[in-house]
């Protein structure tokens, strides 16, 4: 996918463990992704 960032690509998905919500809110205003297995989960 080029063109497309890691944090275009999912910055839309569900949050698998509710407990990061605050801290994926806290990361999203610098447009980053945050990967890890497990926390971030598409739909």
């Known amino acids: 996918m ?5 944090y275009d690509r999912y910055k839309n998905m569900t949050v698998a463990d509710k407990r990061l919500e605050s801290i994926i809110e806290m990361i999203h205003p610098y447009k980053r992704g945050y990967e890890q297995e497990g926390y971030i989960r598409s739909g």
């Open 2 to 6: 080029a063109g497309v960032s890691q």
